[in-house]
T-cell receptor, first 117, second 113 residues
Framework: AQTVTQSQPEMSVQEAETVTLSCTYD???????LFWYKQPPSRQMILVIR??????QNATENRFSVNFQKAAKSFSLKISDSQLGDTAMYFC??????????????FGGGTRLMVKP | NAGVTQTPKFRILKIGQSMTLQCTQD?????MYWYRQDPGMGLKLIYY???????DKGEVPNGYNVSRSTTEDFPLRLELAAPSQTSVYFC????????????FGSGTRLTVV
C-alpha cells in the first residue's frame, strides 16, 4: 500500500514571495504519477501540477514547479511570486501507473497555505 | 460541458436515516469514483466503477452502497446514517485506465446528527 505524508499542516507566505510545500511518499512501485491538487474554500479540487515518475525532468506550470527526488521519495511544490488567490489547502497525491481502473489517488493530509498581503 | 455534477451540495441527516448522493458526468468517462474527505484530512476512496454494471470497493466502503446502471450516473447510498459518516463527499471521473486526468465534482457536505 502507498502512503503520502505532508509534514506541514499550515504555512504562510507574503504576497510575491516564494514558498515550498513538502511531500514524501512510500511505495514499492516503479511507475507512478504524483500530483499536487489545490482546494480553495469553494471545495473544488483543482489539479495544479503532475509528475510522471519515469521522467527525470521536474514538471513546471507557470509559477508552480516541483522538486522530484525519486530515490528519496520526495515531491515538493514550489510556488513563486505567491498571489492572494493561492490561499488554499494543497494536497499531494500518488497514483500507480498500471492499466487498472482501481488505481485510486492516495492523498496526503494536506497543507493549508495562507498568502498574506 | 458541465463536467461532474453532484447533488445536493449540503445535507443534514439524523442518525439512522438514509439518503442517496447523486453524481452525474457528461464527459462519457468510463471510470467513476466516490471519495470522502474528513475535516483536515485528505480524500479516501469509498467505491469505484469501471463502467456500467461494474462496481468495486475502495478503502472505506463500510456503510455505503453504489450502483452504476448508466455511464453517466454513479449514486452513493447511505442506508443507516451514523455520525462517523459526517464528511464531505466527492465524486470524480476519468476517461480510461491510464488517464491521470481526474475530474472532481464540487462535493456534498453531509452532517449526521
Amino acid at each position: 500500500a502507498q502512503t503520502v505524508t505532508q509534514s506541514q499542516p499550515e504555512m504562510s507566505v507574503q504576497e510575491a514571495e516564494t514558498v515550498t510545500l513538502s511531500c514524501t511518499y512510500d511505495t514499492s512501485e516503479n511507475n507512478y504519477y504524483l500530483f499536487w491538487y489545490k482546494q480553495p474554500p469553494s471545495r473544488q479540487m483543482i489539479l495544479v501540477i503532475r509528475q510522471e515518475a519515469y521522467k527525470q525532468q521536474n514538471a513546471t506550470e507557470n509559477r508552480f514547479s516541483v522538486n522530484f527526488q525519486k530515490a528519496a521519495k520526495s515531491f515538493s511544490l514550489k510556488i513563486s511570486d505567491s498571489q492572494l488567490g493561492d490561499t488554499a489547502m494543497y494536497f499531494c497525491a500518488f497514483m500507480k501507473r498500471v492499466g487498472n481502473a482501481g488505481n485510486m489517488l492516495t492523498f496526503g493530509g494536506g497543507t493549508r497555505l495562507m498568502v498574506k498581503p | 460541458n458541465a463536467g461532474v455534477t453532484q447533488t445536493p451540495k449540503f445535507r443534514i441527516l439524523k442518525i439512522g436515516q438514509s439518503m442517496t448522493l447523486q453524481c452525474t458526468q457528461d464527459m462519457n468517462h468510463n471510470y467513476m469514483y466516490w471519495y470522502r474527505q474528513d475535516p483536515g484530512m485528505g480524500l479516501k476512496l469509498i467505491y469505484y466503477s469501471v463502467g456500467a454494471g461494474i462496481t468495486d470497493k475502495g478503502e472505506v466502503p463500510n456503510g455505503y452502497n453504489v450502483s452504476r446502471s448508466t455511464t453517466e450516473d454513479f449514486p452513493l447510498r447511505l442506508e443507516l446514517a451514523a455520525p462517523s459518516q459526517t464528511s464531505v463527499y466527492f465524486c470524480a471521473s476519468r476517461r480510461e485506465a491510464l488517464d491521470y486526468g481526474y475530474t472532481f465534482g464540487s462535493g456534498t457536505r453531509l452532517t449526521v446528527v
